[in-house]
């Protein structure tokens, strides 16, 4: 798994609107980039809608989202409209993005991971953890302590 510190690996893959995205279109802003494992089940829409829900506070804080699955274009597009994600959700059929980012589970899906990446493109944080809520309740403290001047302290 890509580590703190390391470099987040560059991608392009089509979206939910079927349009290529590239992650360094978002060089120079923090970005939270999530895995999840398959949409349409309650843990990732849980974990989706909550990304959606909050994604006027997360923007202001200047940090983008992004979420990735191994579903198809088709999929993400449903499920970007029943979360109201209006952020992008990646379609990685092949797999290459979960590899590089060495997230992919024994069963062809990505484990649920979220990646904290600085303005610079590096990893500064990983959360792990098949529950989705602390992946959101850590976006969150990120932001808000960020916000308030004081540096985020770290998980574990």
Do not use: W
């Amino acid at each position: 798994m890509i580590a703190v510190g390391e470099e987040a690996p560059a991608f392009t893959a089509p979206a939910q609107s079927g349009a290529p995205f590239s992650l360094a279109s978002l060089r120079g802003r923090p970005v939270v980039l999530y895995f999840f494992p398959k949409a349409n089940t309650s843990g990732c829409t849980l974990e989706t809608r909550g990304f959606a829900d909050h994604y006027a506070e997360i923007r202001a804080a200047g940090v983008e989202v992004v979420g990735v699955s191994v579903d198809t274009v088709e999929t993400q597009k449903g499920f970007a409209e029943k979360c109201g994600a209006t952020f992008p959700l990646v379609a990685d059929r092949d797999r290459a993005i979960a590899r590089q980012y060495g997230v992919l589970g024994l069963l062809g899906v990505a484990k649920r991971v979220t990646f904290f990446l600085g303005a610079d493109g590096r990893v500064a944080e990983v959360v792990e953890g098949m529950l989705p809520k602390p992946h959101l309740a850590r976006t969150l403290e990120r932001i808000r302590t960020a916000a308030a001047g004081t540096p985020p302290a770290p998980v574990g």
